[in-house]
């Protein structure tokens, strides 16, 4: 692999023996143009490997921090007494290392990975914005290799809860829509609740609330060991005058 | 490595491995690229890249497209260029060399050696379609993976 992940065409990349971070980037659409296909992304179960090259000062081997783990301590800094082989450097036991993956994915509950995802969310739920006012429409997208329509219809709900945490609405049955194990669900309205302070009626197929009360969309996977996967944003029903006049790109809300 | 990325007062860019604060030093490292300067216990003169103008310091959503990116495929001149056509990720997973939970039951990445030269984790990429609205499949998250290995401290 070249530097920052780029393919590495003849001849070496000098980069790659002292550059300590080391990038790998995919793409579902290299060249912009669906209909070209050239998707480098492949649903699926992916093996993400770490292992020992065979370059470096000692041609496959790892040096100077080759000893024992000498942080006694486990603060990851040289204090005094753990330099065991007073050569200035805190010997883990090897080369220690982070990795990171960003993606629309979930680690896999198998001996390869730690204990703390063994409860981790085997799917993912996301409200379509990242705020609503009181006269937008909310849908929901839960991306879940092994749910169907039906079966979101059941286990998803949407939650209002005020600024004080109190439950002031429950909508359930969403009707949903699939493609490539992403689903979204029909618009809901976000309006304005009744009362001081707001409430909703549950059931009515209106998420009701007011400023400072947050939307939340649990999807109780059946999936065994599945923690809840659950999407949140806030509610403002106040006029965005300042967003109005400055719309920022991206923005998921756009100005009216 | 990431948790160290986070702390600032990096204490083994002092005149010992328990300076605090910024000392004469920092201050050499922090208004050069790069410089050689007295690190650990006792002090030998180590090369240390400034963190700041990108050299060691690990900040995730520079080099990622975390979830907090802008929902538009970056950069725009991808087609031109060569680079890789990304818009934010779904999912962000970590496996850190440095124990997540401090004296919590998890523990860290252990490190490569010469005895144990490979680990493999496997994580599950749910799909390519952002959401079934056709209309929306132009800004498809995509799958990246980084890697990183600490600075020596």
């Known amino acids: 692999m070249g530097q920052w992940g780029l393919g590495r065409i003849g001849g070496t990349d000098p980069a790659d023996k002292i550059n300590p971070v080391e990038c790998i980037h995919l793409a579902d659409d290299p060249d912009g143009s669906p209909v070209t296909a050239d998707g480098q992304i492949v649903p699926g179960v992916w093996t993400l490997r770490v292992k020992l090259g065979a370059g470096g000062a000692l041609p496959a081997q790892i040096s100077q921090v080759s000893g024992p783990d000498e942080d006694a301590n486990g603060n990851n800094r040289l204090d005094g007494g753990e330099d065991l082989d007073a050569d200035s450097l805190l010997d883990k036991g090897g080369q220690v290392y982070a990795v990171v993956v960003a993606a629309p994915s979930w680690p896999q509950r198998t001996a390869r990975n730690p204990t703390r995802f063994a409860d981790y969310p085997a799917s993912i739920a996301r409200l379509d914005r990242f705020r609503y006012d009181c006269s937008d429409d909310a849908a929901v997208n839960i991306w879940d290799p092994d749910a169907t329509s039906e079966s979101l219809s059941l286990d998803v709900t949407i939650r209002v809860y005020s600024a004080s945490g109190v439950l002031v609405d429950t909508e359930t049955n969403l009707s949903f829509s699939e493609s490539s194990h992403a689903f979204s669900s029909s618009p809901l309205a976000v309006r304005l609740g009744t009362g001081s302070p707001a409430a909703g009626i549950p059931g009515n197929g209106i998420l009701e609330g007011d400023t400072g009360y947050v939307l939340e969309v649990t999807h109780s996977d059946p999936t065994p060991g599945s923690r809840t996967a659950l999407g949140r944003a806030p509610m403002d029903c106040e006029p965005d005058l300042l967003g109005a006049s400055s719309p920022t790109p991206g923005s998921a809300t756009p100005p009216t | ?153």
């Open chain 2, 1 to 153: 490595m990431l948790a160290a990325s986070a702390n600032f007062a990096e204490r083994d860019i002092g005149t010992h491995d328990n300076a605090l604060g910024m000392d004469t030093t920092d201050i050499q490292v922090a208004t050069t690229r790069g410089s050689v300067v007295p690190a650990g216990s006792p002090a030998v003169s180590t090369v240390l890249l400034n963190n700041q103008q990108g050299y060691g310091r690990v900040v995730v959503s520079h080099v990622l497209p975390v979830v907090n990116w802008p929902d538009a495929k970056i950069p725009g001149d991808a087609a031109l260029t060569g680079d890789t056509l990304e818009g934010p990720a779904l999912g962000l997973l970590i496996w850190d060399g440095i124990d997540p939970d401090g004296t919590g039951p998890d523990a860290a990445e252990p490190p490569i050696s010469n005895s144990d030269t490979l680990r493999e984790h496997h994580f599950q990429v749910v799909g390519t379609r952002a959401r079934s609205d056709p209309a929306w499949l132009g800004p498809i998250p995509p799958a990246t993976s980084w890697s990183t290995t600490s600075i020596w401290s």
